[in-house]
């Protein structure tokens, strides 16, 4: 079904993004400005998503050219599902950033910046072409590295040049995919890929090209051995950027690999078991990293590298159960490693430090907020019936239904690890006594007017209940999740939506 409905998310960001320059200096402008463009984001991300549930999957030839041959933008059930949880955790960090982040950061474009970034984010869920995918990246990593460097600190230069080298490498390799994926059919429209990819004869070839996009796409999403630029760089800027960061920047990398891996490149045996092995390695590596960290957002920065394992372990098994739990396991993380960012971000404003030998005595000064970063932690761990419990379900169920005993025991050292961190921040932070040289230390959150400190601690709120929400409303979830891999196990409803038929073969 035709629908220019599907840009409005994408406009919206652009057209909030150039209002704010035009306030540059006028930083209490920007901050009203933003949350009431994110807020009009959601509204619009919420209508696509109903519409794209009830219609079935819409599509967007841009300047009436028609596909393969027009830039298509497609909404299906996993785009606009992501599209909408961008547009939640957008609202959720805009609202934090308003109290969070300096005034000198917003005169330097902080606000327009994070928009052009959800821009890019949206333009690339929605996109039905290959090259197009590239250029929204683009648009992520420009966005992204300005939002690293605003401050100009040292550690954060720093950060930001792994990160943007890194990704530019990840750019490159993308970009001659592409390249050679177009001299073998001549098209970069995603749905007519799939008919003509799975024409070519020369087999070698094309499973070089498939293993270029998944070199691309790792580095983006940081799993192993890629992965090592993402712990060295997420620390460094301040809490509302990780937290952007943490949520969405490598998922987009994810989705970007789910939709290659499912609709052009479907994955042979040889593809299925280079998945399982590096989901295998991302999930004990980015578990051992974690270990031995003792600040928070380091620690954190590990946890999205070992978690990203689990959605490669989707698409290793590559079963409609194991894409399922897969894709239930990336809306609870978009939501609950954001909360996680924003969680230290408050934690620093009360001590001065995220650095656990120096916390302490959280629950005694703030009891209330303690409990609710324990729904946060506890639904990271997946303690029953919290949002990470079930699509633990799932992936397990295929791991022993593939009968791979490494991948078993990979998922539950994952998942252990995870716990253990979790005692430990709860034990260092919450329990124990604030150490003597750091409780003479001023407390900034206390200092703060009591309407700051509603608006930095309701985006918490917010996304704890949403966190809440995917629990105990799993048999939903499941159900969403579950058309999702449906509709990637069998993409002829994609193609035809996108190609008004199916490929010839």
């Not at 007519?192 to 983006?220: C, H, P, S, W, Y």
């Not at 593939?402 to 998942?415: E, N, Q, V």
Request: aromatic residues 14%.
């Amino acid at each position: 079904m035709i629908d220019n409905f599907i840009i409005l998310p994408v406009l919206v960001h652009m057209l909030t993004a150039i209002i704010t320059v035009f306030f540059w200096q006028k930083v209490g402008i920007q901050r009203i400005i933003s949350v009431l463009g994110n807020s009009v984001g959601l509204i619009l991300a919420w209508k696509l998503f109903l519409k794209t549930w009830d219609t079935g999957i819409l599509t967007m030839q841009a300047g009436g050219w028609s596909a393969p041959f027009g830039i298509t933008f497609v909404s299906d059930t996993f785009s606009s599902v992501l599209v909408l949880l961008t547009g939640i955790t957008a609202l959720c960090v805009s609202l934090f950033s308003t109290v969070a982040v300096s005034t000198q950061r917003i005169k330097y474009g902080y606000f327009s910046i994070f928009h052009f970034l959800i821009m890019g984010l949206n333009g690339a869920f929605l996109t039905g072409d290959i090259f197009n995918l590239y250029v929204w990246f683009e648009i992520v990593i420009i966005s992204s590295f300005v939002l690293m460097t605003l401050g100009g600190r040292k550690p954060q230069m720093e950060g930001a040049i792994k990160y943007v080298a890194m990704n530019m490498l990840a750019s490159t390799i993308f970009l001659t995919a592409i390249g050679i994926l177009y001299g073998m059919t001549g098209s970069l429209n995603m749905a007519d890929l799939a008919g003509k990819v799975a024409q070519i004869e020369n087999r070698g070839l094309v499973n070089v090209t498939a293993l270029l996009f998944f070199v691309g796409f790792g580095i983006k999403s940081a799993v192993f051995p890629l992965y090592f630029w993402l712990p060295s760089s997420y620390h460094t800027p301040p809490s509302s950027i990780a937290a952007l960061f943490g949520g969405l920047l490598t998922k987009v990398g994810i989705y970007a690999m789910f939709r290659i891996f499912t609709l052009i490149f479907v994955p042979d045996d040889f593809m299925m078991n280079l998945f399982v092995i590096v989901a295998i390695m991302t999930l004990v590596t980015g578990a051992l990293g974690a270990i031995s960290k003792n600040s928070m957002r380091r620690m954190f920065s590990y946890l999205i590298v070992c978690h990203i394992g689990y959605f490669i372990v989707g698409l290793g098994l590559f079963t409609e159960i194991a894409i399922a739990g897969a894709i239930f396991y990336l809306i609870h993380d978009i939501i609950i490693k954001t909360n996680l960012f924003l969680m230290s971000g408050i934690i620093y404003k009360a001590r001065g430090s995220t650095d656990l030998r120096r916390l302490g005595g959280f629950y005694k000064d703030y009891p209330k907020l303690s409990i609710l970063f324990a729904i946060i932690l506890f639904s990271l761990v997946g303690i029953p019936p919290l949002s990470g419990f079930w699509p633990k379900i799932n992936l397990f169920q295929a791991a022993l239904t593939a009968k791979s005993i490494t991948l078993i025991l990979a998922l539950i050292f994952a998942s252990f690890v995870t716990l253990f961190l979790i005692a430990k921040i709860w034990i260092e932070v919450f329990w124990k006594d604030l150490p003597k040289g750091d409780s003479e230390k001023g407390d900034e959150l206390k200092s703060l007017p009591k309407e700051k400190k509603f608006v930095l601690i309701l985006p918490v709120v917010i996304l704890a209940i949403v966190s809440l929400t995917i629990g105990f409303g799993a048999e939903y979830v499941m159900q969403i999740a579950q058309k999702i891999a449906s509709e990637m196990i069998d993409t002829r409803p994609y193609i035809n939506a996108v190609l008004g038929h199916l490929p010839l073969k």
